[in-house]
């Protein structure tokens, strides 16, 4: 089992695969993209078999695959199928930006990976175009829609972006959470875009975005949610679906953060508002890796800060990195 310093256990992993993306949205990085990473100096499909395993045996329970775009990475599914045979591990879930899923929802459903976060930041075309700068918005409402359909657990990632998206807000409630069993959980806007923006607040944090809903919506009802969760949960009366709302720029949710990061790269990230407390690339590829793994994984975890603010106040120049970047 990994216990923190703050006796937290950590016993979630989000594993990025690749930092590449086939869109590009505003809120994640300059137009012209970002410096993606060399190939060699991604982890293997080995490497990110043999550190899964490896912080199994050591107590993770969860792996979240992400990017960049996960099936951006051509190999993605002979890792899956591969991690499915780690038996104390209780679930593999992807996050993706679902222009590239649709080949994959038959192996997937069959391989029993039946949680899928999807990024999406709008709900009409126009707004998704912009946000995006690519015109994908058809691809992804016919694989959300297929996801749903075939009975995936589908969370929808919509980021709130001031005087881009707001309009889209009500009417994504309405068109999905209303008649289908999704949750479409809001995120505060965070500063992670490549260094194209900089702020020290937002607009929309969490208290704006439930006013906002709750003066659409007079029926709201809290839900329990599990301690770990990120997100603030509600339901409305009558809808399938409910909605949460994610402070991830106010960061409420840090005393109970079960997380940790590894990069496309072997960059190992205890809070998404740290700098990386190791590289495992290397030592992957050396000798006695195992041990050396371990021992790395365990220095991290028992040197994590207490909370996002502690953790940026040690920290320098993260917010010129890119989510792509970071690992979702």
């Known amino acids: 089992m990994l216990i923190d310093n703050h006796n937290r256990v950590v016993d979630y992993l989000r594993l990025a695969v690749t930092d590449r993306c086939n869109l590009r949205c505003n809120y994640c990085m300059p137009a012209e993209g970002i410096d993606f990473a060399d190939r060699k100096d991604l982890l293997s499909l080995d490497e990110l078999f043999s550190l899964s395993k490896i912080l199994v045996e050591q107590g993770i329970r969860k792996i979240r695959i992400t990017g960049g775009e996960p099936f951006m990475r051509k190999d993605l599914m002979q890792l899956l199928r591969k991690l499915k045979t780690l038996p104390e591990l209780e679930d593999i879930s992807i996050t993706t ?38 015109k994908q918005f058809k691809v992804v409402q016919k694989n ?34 209303k008649d289908y069993p999704v949750a479409v959980r809001f995120l505060e806007e965070m500063p992670f875009n490549g260094g194209s923006k900089t702020f020290q607040s937002i607009k929309w944090n969490h208290k704006k975005i439930y006013d906002y809903i709750s003066e659409n ?28 709302i994610i402070p991830s720029f106010t960061r409420n949710f840090c005393g109970s953060c079960n997380r940790l990061r590894v990069t496309a790269t072997g960059d190992v990230i205890t809070c998404l508002y740290a700098q990386a407390s190791t590289n495992l690339r290397d030592i992957l590829r050396s000798p006695f890796a195992e041990k050396t793994v371990r021992y790395e ?20 120049k993260i917010f010129s990195n890119s989510m792509t970047s970071i690992g979702g």
Do not use: C, W
Not at 110 to 118: A, E, R
Not at 152 to 177: G, R
Not at 217 to 243: A, M, Q
Not at 308 to 316: I, L, M, V
């Open 217 to 244: 919506f007079k029926n709201i009802t809290p839900l329990i949610s599990e301690k770990t969760s990120t997100s603030n949960n509600y339901k409305i009366e009558g809808y399938k679906g409910s909605f949460g």
């Open 297 to 316: 994984i365990l220095k991290a975890v028992g040197s994590r800060a207490k909370d996002g603010y502690e953790a940026e106040a040690k920290s320098d």
């Open 144 to 177: 959300l829609y297929r996801l749903i359909e075939e009975g995936f657990t589908v969370k929808i990632n919509y980021i709130v972006l001031d005087e881009q998206n707001i309009q889209d807000m009500i009417p994504v409630l309405n068109t999905l959470v």
């Open 97 to 134: 930006n679902a222009t590239l899923i649709g080949d994959h929802i038959e192996e997937l459903k069959s391989l029993g990976i039946k949680n899928i976060n999807v990024s999406l930041d709008a709900i009409q075309e126009e707004t998704f175009n912009k946000i995006t700068r690519r």
